[in-house]
């Protein structure tokens, strides 16, 4: 069965320093590979993907993914915190031989707070 | 239109009453999505869409909860005899069928059943 896990339920860090938010995940093929944001009383947004080719993957606000399969893992990362980062972050996969069955599934998601 | 509308933003009903959310997808996609979030909490899956196809239920916490999308396009999630604990931001959301592409969500409809 596919699943997703985010081991950390919050991450600190100081503004300017890099900051890593961890996703593992589990399916029974190739993955499709997502990391959406939700900031304060707002809907999901789309950050960045993962579908095929090259593993670091660069998306919204100077986000990136590493998508590294022999550990199955999707961590998203960005080299420098913004206060404005703050916010809570899913990670979502969605298994390519999924046929009709098309959904993704979520990981519980990771609040991150960079702290001034 | 342009992103997945869903109204009202924001509703507060009685314990017991029913209410209707509505969700309009982006124009052309054919999969629409029904999630729930309870406050500070992760995506509860509650029901599925796609195209002409029999939705996928299975998320659905309980036989109050029922939705429906017409014309393959506007969905409506209905709640019955609402409780308390169903307070919660309905989230909606649509994609293209194949998905790879993810999901564009709404701004969701915060529900307070008091």
């Known amino acids: 069965a596919q699943s997703v896990a985010q081991p950390e339920d919050q991450v600190n860090v100081a503004e300017g320093n890099p900051l890593t938010v961890k996703c593992t995940y589990s399916?029974?093929?190739?993955?499709?590979l997502f990391w959406y944001v939700q900031y304060p009383n707002r809907g999901l947004q789309f950050l960045l993907k993962?579908?095929?080719?090259d593993n670091l993957v660069k998306g919204s606000y100077g986000f990136e993914a590493e998508f590294n399969k022999s550990q199955t893992s999707f961590h998203l990362k960005k080299p420098s915190a913004l206060v404005s980062d703050s916010a809570l972050y899913f990670c979502a996969v969605r298994d390519i031989d999924a046929g009709n069955n098309r959904k993704l599934i979520w990981g519980l998601g990771t609040s991150l707070a960079v702290n001034p | 239109g342009a992103g997945v509308s869903q109204s009202p933003s924001n509703k507060v009903t009685e314990k017991g009453k029913d209410v209707e959310l509505r969700c309009d997808p982006i124009?052309?996609?054919?999969?629409l999505y029904w999630y729930r979030q309870s406050l500070g909490q992760g995506l509860e899956f509650l029901i599925y869409f796609q195209g002409n196809s029999a939705p996928d239920k299975s998320g659905l916490p309980s036989d109050r909860f029922s939705a429906e999308r017409t014309g393959g396009s506007v969905s409506t999630l209905t709640i019955q005899r609402t409780q308390q604990e169903d307070s919660a931001v309905y989230l909606c959301?649509?994609?293209?069928?194949?998905?790879?592409?993810?999901?564009?969500f709404g701004s969701g409809t915060r529900l307070t059943v008091v």
């Open positions: 124009s052309g996609h054919t999969a």
């Open positions: 959301a649509s994609s293209n069928g194949q998905g790879r592409w993810g999901y564009t």
């Open positions: 993962y579908i095929t080719g």
């Open positions: 399916v029974s093929g190739n993955p499709y």
